[in-house]
Structure formats: structure tokens, C-alpha cells
């Protein structure tokens, strides 16, 4: 029998472990050592029952993801656990499972073959697969719909969310909640139940009415169109969990097989699954040893009370974490104060966080109009105006008050950390944490290496980002760093593009139709006009004469359309903040165009999302030549979580790669030829990598390898 799998017994009761460290992923090993112990025991003349239970701190969490990529691959042959399961279906003695932790995917499929199931009132199941761009393969979409009906199983299998332990007894998918020990309790279960009838899961049939289930499959298609827009796993979970009220069980299975090999060989599921390998790809520094040593941080300030510096000390609340928020103005502190309090009420009254949490946490924010406690703070967090003047002279100031050991931290977006650091007396203290906006919502946190920064701060940075359930990138220390360095090709093209012709509204339904959470003229709007305006204030000495620019933004600002801020920017905005079109900003931008010689034309949405698209993906080469991104991957994280790239793409540079580099870099050198070499010369990693008909997944794979 599989070393991952252990058979021991009480009384006459067998106890089927599985011990496959850190998760009890369904890995090769497991499946088979589960079938051996159950075919043990129902040999065993003194076994009654049998308990099924995993070790450590979770039942089983999932299969092993790294597989599906071999399987793809052609590496390995896929594994169906139908069989396996099957066989602890066909037990001739009763098989309690017993659920802690987590049982998800693969884990909950297996339960689900057992004739009886208990759970610890923490435990969570749910069926993720459509988070990788999948669909239960191993008779999910069959046996749930049997225990749970088909309108919860179907909801389950589209969204991918996991449910409690209370929701899985209401629905009919477990049997007891278990308080106290799992074990003793499975345990009493199973001598319960021992010598009564068994029922197969796949010969319960109550719940399968097609007839009710078909206005709700209905609603969830709908549902999963809008919120999961342009993905399929999404509908092809419905599909089969739908094949299960009309279909025998069997031949459900089959139907089910059929939708999870085309999602598996889809670029959807490859794109998805890259994206949760990079998740933990991008938290590897080259360079910096896991056991380099990290700052404590206990307490934190911030020096800002806006939008940003809310947001900032919010994650630290939520973290336990106590932090300090500074500002100039009673008035300006006063209104963060009640921003903070706004949004944590507005959570509370969704349901997601009780009054008490809500107290606790506001507890753990002190407003103040003084440095005063900022000597024992671990971080300072400066999260002022997007001017150089400005925060330089906020860290002239932190660094007086600051502990030796105090992490200082810039939330710029795109300024020059070292130049702000040149305000300090300890410039190897000093980096940058970029939060998005808004910072209480956002996953992204880009940490941004000074010139000085020490490795033990930059390690300490990108620990803390985890810790404020962040997902944490490294960059350098470049104009925009990554994200910002790259949006501004893209946002360019989306200016320049409503200058040549395209209305507001067919840039931004262009993009959106692609898959961008947002078209980038609606992005400008939420982001604010002003935000950018001052960056390019700073950054405008540093422009090459006779460059083409975008003449319409600074004009905007200039006539007070900062945006949803001001319900006017490239649109209007209504009380919701809903987007109209504005019959002024198109005349304005026709005006303009006519006034500068710009010929106007109709432009496909082909070209559209081609030249905002390819863009980013020019600009990303370049980034990755200079060293600002790590790896490709770096800068499809960056993209998925802080811009709304649609994750099923896989981020920029991973689209580029399904498309093909060298038919991107076809298009980048035809926009070259049309627009100039200013705006369009192709990235010389892009013309090596196409040249040698490469992709930025082998850089990457190559770059590891030296690293």
C-alpha cells in the first residue's frame, strides 16, 4: 500500500488516513493507496465500518495542479479517479468520511463517494476547479447535484466558491457537523451506522428534477456571463452538472469527461493555471535568501489620510496590525477618518464582517495631526501627492522621528524612490509600496528596489505584503516602475485613437470586450485626470521634442473633467458614477484633432485592442531588457491583479505567447512604419525571442535555470 496512505483500526472500526504533506493533494499515490485500504478492510472479517480522514491540517485540498500541466504536455497520461473513487462507492461495509480543513476539488469529489460524511464546524468544502479554467473531472458534476440538488451543485461548480460546514449540512451534502475531536466523533458515527443498508451516492435520484432545476441553471448562466465574462469553464460546469438530470449516472460521467478534457487543452485553463503558479513565482527574489533576516513590524504610520493613505491603514487594521494616520488639516484627517469608517459599515452591512470585528479593527487606527508615536513604528508609509517636492520633504521629516530600524516606504506610484530616499540620512532603509487604488480592495502591492535599498528591508516589504493579504511583485526603480511603465504605452494609444477617429466609447467597449475589467478611458476616469496630469507635470523635462503626445488629457483637466471625481472626464457620469456619453468631450476632441492636422478616420476594433494590447506587450519587453520586471511572469501578475487584465488571458505577456511573437512583432513593426520608431521601435527582446521563435515563458524557464 502507498506510503501516503495508512491503515490502522479501533475496535472494529478500520481508519483510512491519508498523509500526504503540506495538503493531502489527490497526487499519484494517493488515489491507489485509498482504493488498497479499502479493499483491506472489506476483506477483514472484524471491520464493520470504515473511516476515511486525512492528517495534518486538512482533509484534501485539491489534486496536485503541476499535473495537469504534464497531462497537457504530453508527459504523463491523465489519471481518471472515477475507478478509485468508484471503489470506495462499491465498499460492502459503510464509509464514513470525515472532514476537516478544507475538501476541495479532487477532495471533495472524494467524499463524496463515501456513503456518509461528518465535518469539523471550520471546515469548508466547494468544487474550484473553474478558478484554473476547469470542471470537476472525477464525478463532481454527478454526485453533487445528488446530494446537494441540482441548483446548489450547479452554483458550486460555476463560481468556485467554497461553502461552510453549516451550508453543507442545510444542503444535504454532509450528514453531522462533529464538535469536539473529528475523529472520536467519526468514529461514534460509524459504529452507528455499521450493519444499516448502504446507498450509494450515485443511486440517489430524489433530487434530480430536471424540471425545477432549469430556471435556476438559466439564472446561472447568466450570472456566470456577466461575472466570469469570456470564460467557458464557467457554462461547461453547468452543462454537466445540467447532464445529470437527464442523463444515467455513467453516462453523466462520460458527458462530464467530455467537457473536462476541452476545458483542460483550452488556453483558458493554461492561462489561468499560469497565473496561480505566478502568484508564488513572483514572491522569488534572485539574490535574496529565504533566510535573510526580516524586520519585525508591530505598529505602523502613515503620512496621508486620502484615498491611498485610508486604504493603506485599512489593510494594516484588518492585519491587526495598529497604525497611525497623519495628517495636516482636522478637516482633511476628520474626512479620511470617516472615509475608513464609511467603508468598513458598508462591508457590515453586506454581511461580511460583524459590528465587533468592525469596532475592533477602527480601534487599531489612531488619527493624529503629530508625528507623535511615529518612534515606534516598524513602517512608515508615505502616501502624500504624486509631487517630488512634496515627498521629499515629507521623509526629510520621518527620518527625524523614525527608529533607526524603520522601514520608510513611498506609496509613488511612479517617482524616483532613490531621489526620495536622497532625503534621508538612510537611503538603505528607503523603497517603494505601491498600492492600488482603491488600497483596501486591491490585491497588488508593487515593491519598488532602491539603488540602497538592503535586501533584509526589500525581503521584509514583500513578506509584509502577505501578511496584508497582498500579492506582493518586485520592481525597479524606473519611471512607472512596472505597471505604471506600461499602462502608459496603453493608455496612449487608447488617447491617441479617439484623436484619429474612434469615439470614447468604442476604445473603451473595444477593450472590454477583450476582457479588460475596464475600458483604459473609463480606467482614466476612475483613477482620476488630475493623478495623471501632475505626473506628467514631473516627468514633461524628461520628453523628447517633436515625440507626438496626447493633446486631449491635459485639456480636460485643464477645463475641471478630473474624472468620476467631478461626474465629468472623458464621459459623464451620473449619480451612480454610470458612464454617458458626453456630446462636449467629442467636439472637444475633434476640435483638437482638426486644429493639430490629424486625420480622422473610422478604426476597427480589431486595430483598437491590437494597438493598446501590443503596446503593453512592447513596452513589458522592455521592462523585462532593463531589468525593472524580474520575469515575464512578474509582469502578467502585475497586469491580472492591478489592472484588470482578464486572468483566462494570462496577463500581456502570455497572450503575446499563445498569439504567437512573431506575429505580434509583425504588427508592433507595421504600427511602427504608420506612428515612428519614437512610439513603435520593437523591443529587441521581442525581435530575439520572435526571431529565434522563442516565447517569454522559455526567458523565463531560461532565466531561472541561471539564477
Not at 470504515?50 to 495542479?65: E, H
Not at 512608515?380 to 527620518?399: N, R, S
Not at 509600496?433 to 516589504?461: C, D, Q, W, Y
Not at 517633436?546 to 477645463?559: C, H, I, S, T
Amino acid at each position: 500500500m502507498s506510503e501516503l496512505v495508512k491503515l490502522t483500526r479501533d475496535q472494529d472500526v478500520a481508519i483510512i488516513t491519508i498523509d500526504n504533506p503540506p495538503v493531502n493533494a489527490m497526487s499519484p499515490g494517493v488515489p491507489e493507496g485509498i482504493q488498497e485500504a479499502i479493499r483491506k478492510a472489506a476483506n477483514d472479517p472484524e471491520v464493520k465500518a470504515v473511516v476515511l480522514i486525512g492528517a495534518g491540517r486538512t482533509f484534501i485540498a485539491g489534486a496536485d495542479i503541476r499535473e495537469f500541466g504534464k497531462i497537457v504536455s504530453g508527459e504523463r497520461p491523465r489519471l481518471s479517479l472515477l475507478p478509485y473513487l468508484q471503489s470506495i462507492e462499491d465498499s460492502p461495509k459503510p464509509v464514513v468520511v470525515a472532514i476537516h480543513g478544507t475538501a476541495f476539488g479532487g477532495g471533495l469529489e472524494t467524499a463524496m463517494s463515501g456513503h456518509y460524511r461528518v465535518i469539523a464546524p471550520t471546515a469548508q468544502v466547494g468544487q474550484p476547479e473553474v478558478k484554473l479554467g476547469l470542471i470537476p473531472g472525477a464525478g463532481g458534476t454527478q454526485r453533487l447535484p445528488r446530494l446537494a440538488g441540482p441548483a446548489k451543485a450547479a452554483a458550486m461548480c460555476a463560481f468556485g466558491e467554497p461553502i461552510t460546514a453549516q451550508d453543507a449540512l442545510n444542503s444535504g451534502l454532509v450528514d453531522s457537523i462533529i464538535e469536539g475531536d473529528l475523529l472520536q466523533g467519526a468514529l461514534a458515527f460509524a459504529q452507528k451506522v455499521a450493519g444499516q443498508p448502504i446507498v450509494k451516492t450515485r443511486d440517489r435520484n430524489a433530487k434530480l428534477s430536471q424540471a425545477e432545476a432549469t430556471a435556476s441553471f438559466a439564472q446561472i448562466r447568466d450570472t456566470a456571463q456577466k461575472t466570469k465574462r469570456g470564460q467557458r469553464s464557467p457554462l461547461a460546469a453547468v452543462d454537466a452538472v445540467e447532464a445529470a438530470t437527464h442523463l444515467p449516472f455513467d453516462e453523466g460521467c462520460k458527458r462530464e469527461a467530455e467537457l473536462f478534457n476541452e476545458c483542460l487543452f483550452a488556453t483558458e485553463s493554461k492561462a489561468l493555471i499560469h497565473i496561480f503558479f505566478g502568484e508564488r513565482t513572483v514572491a522569488k527574489i534572485p539574490g535574496i535568501s529565504k533566510d535573510v533576516k526580516l524586520y519585525d513590524i508591530q505598529r505602523a504610520a502613515i503620512v496621508g489620510a486620502g484615498t491611498m493613505g485610508g486604504g493603506i491603514a485599512m489593510n494594516f487594521a484588518n492585519a491587526g496590525i495598529p497604525v497611525i494616520v497623519k495628517e495636516t488639516a482636522q478637516d482633511a484627517l476628520d474626512r479620511g477618518i470617516s472615509t475608513i469608517r464609511k467603508n468598513y459599515a458598508t462591508t457590515v452591512s453586506k454581511g461580511r464582517l460583524t459590528q465587533q470585528a468592525m469596532d475592533q479593527r477602527m480601534s487599531l487606527i489612531t488619527p493624529q495631526l503629530d508625528y507623535a508615536g511615529f518612534e515606534n513604528a516598524g513602517i512608515i508609509i508615505e502616501a502624500v501627492f504624486e509631487k517630488m517636492a512634496v515627498k521629499k520633504q515629507v521623509f526629510g521629516e520621518i527620518d527625524k522621528v523614525a527608529k533607526p530600524d524603520c522601514i520608510l516606504a513611498s506609496n509613488t506610484s511612479s517617482l524616483d524612490v532613490d531621489e526620495i530616499a536622497s532625503a534621508t540620512s538612510r537611503p538603505q532603509m528607503v523603497l517603494g509600496t505601491h498600492f492600488f487604488s482603491p488600497a483596501n480592495v486591491m490585491k497588488l502591492l508593487e515593491v519598488v528596489r532602491g539603488n540602497a535599498s538592503a535586501p533584509e528591508v526589500i525581503a521584509t516589504a514583500m513578506a509584509l505584503g502577505k501578511r496584508l493579504n497582498k500579492i506582493a511583485v518586485l520592481a525597479g526603480n524606473a519611471r512607472g516602475f512596472i505597471g505604471n511603465r506600461i499602462i502608459g504605452p496603453y493608455l496612449r494609444e487608447a488617447q491617441f485613437l479617439v484623436e484619429e477617429g474612434a469615439s470614447v466609447e468604442e476604445v473603451n467597449q473595444a477593450l472590454y470586450e477583450f476582457g479588460m475589467a475596464m475600458g483604459p478611458l473609463a480606467v482614466d476616469d476612475l483613477t482620476g485626470l488630475d493623478v495623471s496630469y501632475y505626473i506628467r507635470q514631473e516627468f514633461k523635462r524628461f520628453e523628447k521634442p517633436g515625440v507626438r503626445q496626447p493633446l486631449v488629457p491635459d485639456l480636460l483637466v485643464e477645463a475641471g473633467r478630473l474624472g468620476q471625481k467631478s461626474a465629468r472626464g472623458w464621459s459623464r457620469y451620473d449619480e451612480k458614477r454610470r458612464p454617458q456619453p458626453d456630446p462636449d468631450v467629442a467636439q472637444l476632441i475633434e476640435n483638437t484633432a482638426v486644429r493639430a492636422g490629424i486625420a480622422r478616420r473610422r478604426i476597427p476594433q480589431e486595430e483598437i485592442v491590437e494597438r493598446c494590447i501590443y503596446a503593453l506587450v512592447n513596452e513589458g519587453a522592455k521592462t523585462l531588457e532593463e531589468g525593472v520586471a524580474l520575469r515575464a511572469v512578474d509582469i502578467d501578475v502585475t497586469y491580472v491583479y492591478g489592472y484588470g487584465f482578464p486572468a483566462w488571458r494570462g496577463g500581456p505577456m502570455f497572450f503575446a505567447d499563445t498569439i504567437g511573437l512573431r506575429q505580434v512583432l509583425a504588427r508592433v513593426q507595421e504600427f511602427e512604419e504608420q506612428h515612428g520608431s519614437d512610439l513603435w521601435a520593437p523591443a529587441d527582446l521581442l525581435k530575439q525571442l520572435a526571431g529565434g521563435g522563442s516565447s517569454f515563458a522559455s526567458y523565463d524557464r531560461a532565466k531561472e535555470t541561471r539564477d
